[in-house]
């Protein structure tokens, strides 16, 4: 945060305030095409500004949106796969990013496996360079929270009448951290975080969640189901003991999720492992957002960028 | 050389002194008031009116970085930095590369520290061969070639069977075993306390229980074999009690902390903070807490710096990627003091934490200033504090959490057998 109250980075949701996020979600509404017109209209707010996208970790979807919604803005558009050697052995991550700035980078988005990274960017380069965290390791991924709470508010409305169940690898997920923060600061009824004990962070409730184990009473009364990817290289055969048990316990199959609110609808922030946390008929369901929340990512990203850059995410800390 | 140092307060907390006094030194050794009568002649007197004057003290834990990694620091500015902050004697770990395993390497880091004439350099022998935690070393030699102690510093010995035969051996030839305790697969890949700041920034986690199921077992092998263990760094609370137990059970084991879990908490982390990046970790602050308690019911032994000097960028890197350690050598005395100011520990027994009770558990006649032992000496400031200012540390270690603050205690002299080694004028 600058000397007059705006952002000029977006690295997590945690400490932002209601009123900032929903300014940003109202100003992603201007930037969802209306019917008619081509979704390749580009605007000009970013004219003249360079945006790299500095991904250490490989991203398919998240890179290839914050690309289109760069270039809708009108912004020269720059993305680096790079895989990231550990300390001491090559470049390192501070030294990547000022070879970047001196060609005059105006926006960084990143990405990386390690938690920090996007502070860490952020506390070293000049006040006229913004960073947006594509998402650090298990901490934040604060965008995809963001296209996530769009995308409720549009199907679902208002955010603070809802309750609301984040199931699967907590532990790992930088995705449900951001989640929690993002829903607890729009109001949400209730957030629960389902898993079993080896995919549940100690002192998750001091996030403002209730923790349970149990999918079936856990989701009852719930209004919006949002799935996570279980990354099956992290389980080391102990977190989870196999696929088929953990489908059978944590799976979202059709008959789990009637047991939920009536019209509840589910999420998931890709890439999904139909089988595994979410059964194909589900993910293909009426009731499923899923490819809504990747159309969204595009306007909520646009929003993030336009207001980095005209100063406009007023109030809070950061 | 003839040194009087004059009217300064001596706390000696090994000899249980607390008194206005002057202290005279004659041919690197303390001599007792009654023989320095009226003809004592000195040749240089040091005036200490209104400070305090103690032992130098022992810290049972720097890293120099000597041999093996000299881009980060050398034991020439370690040693340096360490009577800057009145430290006297400094206890070294064997992760040198090589690793003092051999009675050469003994023989080298201590010829190299002594003619570099600051501080003493005590090496721990290494346990077992490379530290690996396979083969012992040869230890009756290492024990001839100077160390009174050994280690195996953070290298885990996984073989249970050789820890206890290890620890066995080395009581044949009398000499202490110095322990970490950390349980090698719960600790994992953590770099911060299990708790309510890790699940906040997403950061791999060490559970309290990778210190107490290690701590459990080593307890356990002490018992068995008798051994004299000294168990380095704890940062639990529950730790703190199974050390209770187990003294009042007569087990012949000490332990120590280190004087940043004493003052820090892991909310200290704050948002990716790398310079409180610290293994073990600093825990909750009831840990914290029940460390100081610790200290103050006698349960816990030593204040030591777990002085880990690093360069610039070893700090500039995602937290869970950079180095962790605290360069500590110069705030040791003051985080020391700090406690006796928030009334954990009385003066005395404060500096009983960083003189007496570390050269005791060393066996070596140092950190106390009876007629006859060697001249090392800090006298210091109690009433002023100094700003930490990380660049300005004698140490090439800049990576301090405490920069900009503080701290109590200014070091003004400090000797080391009987020679001025370090004077701030």
Redesign the interface.
Known sequence: MDDTGCLTHFLTI?GLSREQLIGILDTAKKFVPSSGDSPNKSSALLAGHTVVNLFFEDSTRTRTTFEIAGKRLGAEVISLNTARL??HKGE???DTVRTLEAMDTNIFVVR?S????A??IAK?VPADVHIINAG?????HPTQAMLDMFTIREHKGDISKLRFAIIGDILHS?VA?SQIHALNTLGAKEVRVIAPATLL????E??GVSALTDLDTGLENIDVVMMLRLQLERMEGQLIPSTQEYFRCYGMTMERLNRAAPEAVVMHPGPMNRGLEIASDVADSERSLILSQVTNGIAVRMAIMAQLVQGGLKGGRQ | MKIHIRGGRVIDPANNIDQVRDLFIDDSRIVGPHLAGSDFTADQTIDATGKIVCPGLVDLQARLREPGEEHKATMQSELSAAVAGGVTSVCVPPDTNPVIDTPAMVHMVRQRGRRIEKARVYPLGALTIGLKGEQLTDMATLRDAGCTALSNVDHSIDNTLVMRRAMQYASTFDLTVFLTALDPWLKGNGCVHEGEVSTRLGLPAIPAAAEVVALARELALIETTGTRGYITQLSCARSVSKIGEAKARGLSVTAGVSAHHLHLSEKDIGEFDTRCHVIPPLRGSVDRDALREGLASGILDVICSDHQPHGLDAKLAPFSESAPGIAGLETLLSLTLKLVNEDVLSLSDALAKVTANPARILGINIGQLGAGTPADICVFDPTSSWQVNAAQLCSNGSNTPFDQQSLPGIVETTLVAGEVRFSRR
């Open positions: 945690e550990s300390t390192s991550v501070l990386d390690a938690s920090g990274t502070h860490l070293h650090d390791g298990r901490h934040a930088r951290r962070p100690t002192e998750i001091s996030l």
